[in-house]
């Protein structure tokens, strides 16, 4: 919803537009995204997946890898290389993909926190219809970007919420979807490192009047109060109808940070029981899974160290990283 819907608001065909953007909004149907690949992720221009053109379709092979919700999605945001013989970033084209078909095989990952909610998918001549394409044939990298701004100012967006029933589905029906989709993502708070918690737990724990400790969970509070007011700023220019920009990095870091420096005063405070996974205190099992669950933030949507590179260069004006293979034709760049 948050990221398909504006993509396509931005850059779909008229037609695409009214198929697909209400279902969407009214979560009728949902997404996964299919941009990273086994050998790109930072550097997601060197994707090797291919959509070659077959009469009113086209035809897709390749592996995607870490697609967030691709188990139950009914679409994929699809990045796939249509031509090789131009630079990396010109051959790239982007495609609603139908999910329920032969060509897509979905295999869930099983994640160091137990849970499964992101999955490897294999594309083997799967089918797109040609006017699923989404901006012009080549321009997909334009489209991504669009996708990628919006996904990292998910850091300042409030969650949204979703109503109890949806155009197809009973009363009954929908809560208990509900209840299963939101079981998925149940580590998701985790993620983000719970420091809603800490003051809870040094009192708990009897560690409130430790002054290293109460030095750790001030200065955490601090940098979590700041980023707050960060994200306030992107949400007010956000309702100022200004589209996301490089904001939405510092935003995704400020998360990043908040994550780490949260999962680092739990253990403090906690010390050896952090690692418990159930006990006689409160909220054990919920530490245990901050302390595996705090490094996704800072891969997810793009790692700190390209949120680090994009402040530089968008916000800060340095010099452009150094790159060997952005201006010769994809298919003569060493892989
Ligand atoms: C919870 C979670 C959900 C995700 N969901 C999705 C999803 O739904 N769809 C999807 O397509 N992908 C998804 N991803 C994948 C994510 O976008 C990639 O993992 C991420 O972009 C990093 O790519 P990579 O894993 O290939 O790491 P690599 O790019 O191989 O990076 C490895 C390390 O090298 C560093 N590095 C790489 N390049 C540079 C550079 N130029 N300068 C400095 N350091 C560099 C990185 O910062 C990192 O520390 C998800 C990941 C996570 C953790």
Redesign the pocket.
């Known amino acids: 919803m948050s990221l398909a819907a504006p993509t396509i608001m931005t850059h779909g065909s008229d037609e695409l537009r009214t198929r697909i953007l209400r279902p969407t909004i009214t979560g009728e149907v949902t997404w996964?995204?299919?941009?990273?690949e086994p050998g790109?992720?930072?550097?997601?221009a060197g994707l090797t997946t291919t959509a070659v053109r077959d009469g009113d379709d086209f035809v897709v092979n390749g592996q995607?890898?870490?697609?967030?919700?691709?188990h139950h999605a009914d679409y994929g945001m699809l990045l796939a290389r249509t031509d090789w013989d131009v630079p990396k970033h010109q051959g790239i084209s982007y495609f609603v993909l139908p999910m329920d078909q032969p060509g897509v095989e979905v295999r869930p990952i099983l994640q160091m926190n137990r849970h499964s909610?992101?999955n490897e998918v294999f594309l083997t001549d799967a089918r797109i219809p040609a006017a699923n394409l989404v901006g012009d044939l080549g321009d997909g990298w334009r489209v991504a970007r669009t996708t990628l701004m919006h996904e990292r100012t998910f850091a300042t967006l409030r969650r949204p919420s979703f109503a109890d029933g949806a155009s197809g589905r009973t009363i009954d029906e929908a809560p208990a979807e509900a209840a299963d989709h939101f079981a998925t993502y149940a580590w998701y708070p985790q993620?983000a490192g719970r420091p809603d918690l800490v003051a809870e737990r040094a009192r708990s724990f009897g560690r409130n009047n430790d002054p290293i400790v109460r030095q750790a969970i001030a200065e955490l509070v601090s940098f979590q109060r700041a980023n707050e007011w960060t994200a306030e700023r992107a949400r007010a220019a956000r309702a100022l109808g200004r589209a996301p920009g490089p904001e939405g990095s510092l935003g995704k870091l400020g998360a990043s940070g908040v994550a780490r420096r949260s999962a680092r005063v739990h253990g403090l405070v906690s010390g050896a029981s952090a690692m418990l996974t159930d006990g006689p205190h409160l909220h054990d099992a919920v530490v245990a899974e901050v302390l595996v669950s705090t490094p996704?933030q800072s891969?997810?949507?793009?790692?700190?160290?390209?949120q680090?590179?994009i402040i530089g260069e968008n916000i800060l004006g340095l010099p452009r990283?150094p790159s060997v293979d952005r201006d010769v034709p994809f298919r003569d760049v060493q892989r």
């Open positions: 996964t995204q299919l941009f990273s790109a992720g930072s550097d997601l995607k890898v870490w697609n967030t919700s691709a909610s992101f993620r996704a891969i997810a949507g793009g790692t700190d160290e390209i680090h590179n990283e």
